[in-house]
């Protein structure tokens, strides 16, 4: 008899690579998909709205105040939301609206992850000193009281869109710190690790080749959440005077405006505010989805 090995199977010749993988799953997880499409919309509407919109945002018509929606008697397609108390179309500053949203919540997720990351990631390689130093900023960060600060902070510095941003991002640094130093303590005994040390790899090359691509979901998903929180922040902000200021549209404006009318014109106030309800979901969705896709074995 032949001792020759017996050919491979076809099946162990088309092994699946991680990204195929991953697109296979991702094509069967449904809340993946649902926070995919409500993050996709989003982003036409905050970067397509000058042509998206179907009318100025800033056009006045004081003729025709609080006209009613379409669906309402008297309603039009030309007002699909009907108009504020100034006239203005509420449906094409709702779309305008996304921008600041997009770029407040966005914005502040990436700096604070830049910054939260970076300083768990030094903690939890390099210990000793340094992971004292991070562990007591983020001891202090933790002690602040986080929306109080911010209230603090846009009085002072102003309600524009970069001061928001910035100030948001101040704020959430810490959370991404925590996790991401816990995450490092873990890979950091790995033999990958202890081979690119050996090999002579110089400490950002581990920091940011080797230990990053495997806590990346990690950050993920509490970028994902800070995003959401970042949106609810600076529509509150915006709803007590202390956010953007009008006329510039934004949804936490758009909610404040409507309370004069919440009772008989109640459509001006849960338009908005269900907005930001499906955004945040939908941020949140998405983030989970691809923690799930990227590390399955981590989920039941």
């Known amino acids: 008899m032949s001792n020759a090995p017996a050919p491979l199977d076809n099946m162990d010749l088309a092994m699946p690579t991680p990204w195929q993988q991953s697109w296979s799953l991702a094509k069967r997880h449904i809340g993946l998909q649902t926070g995919a499409l409500i993050v996709l919309v989003a982003l036409i509407w905050a970067v397509f709205a000058p042509w998206i919109a179907p009318a100025d945002p800033y056009a006045q018509d004081l003729a025709n105040r609080l006209a009613p929606a379409v669906w309402q008697d008297g309603g039009s397609w030309a007002h699909v939301l009907g108009t504020d108390g100034f006239g203005r179309d509420v449906f094409s500053r709702l779309i305008w609206g996304t ?7 966005f914005g502040a997720a990436v700096i604070s992850g830049i910054v939260g990351s970076t300083l ?6 390099l210990g000793g000193r340094v992971d004292a130093a991070v562990i007591f900023l983020i001891n ?7 929306v109080l600060i911010a209230l603090s902070l846009v009085s002072i510095f102003g309600g524009s869109l970069l001061s928001i941003t910035i100030i948001l991002s101040l704020l959430f640094w810490d959370r991404f710190a925590v996790v991401t130093r816990t995450a490092t ?5 790995r033999e990958f690790i202890a081979a690119a040390e050996c090999s002579g790899a110089s400490r950002g090359w581990i920091l940011f080749r080797e ?5 990346a979901n990690q950050i993920i998903v ?19 005077g ?4 009008p006329p510039t549209p934004s949804w936490g404006i758009l909610v404040s405006e409507a309370r004069d009318t919440m009772f008989f014109k109640p459509h001006l106030i849960v338009a908005p505010g269900l907005a930001i309800c499906i955004l945040v979901v939908g941020i949140n969705l998405l ?8 590390e399955p074995q981590g989920r039941n």
């Open 99 to 105: 921008q600041v949203t997009m770029i407040v919540g």
């Open 120 to 125: 768990g990631m030094l903690g939890g390689y």
């Open 140 to 146: 202090v960060k933790l002690a602040m009281p986080g």
């Open 185 to 189: 303590q873990q890979v950091r005994t």
């Open 211 to 215: 230990i990053l691509p495997n806590i």
């Open 222 to 240: 509490i970028g994902s959440l800070e995003m959401g929180i970042a949106i609810l922040i600076e529509a509150a902000l915006s709803f007590l």
């Open 242 to 245: 202390l956010g953007i200021q």
């Open 287 to 294: 983030g989970d989805g691809i923690r799930d896709i990227t």
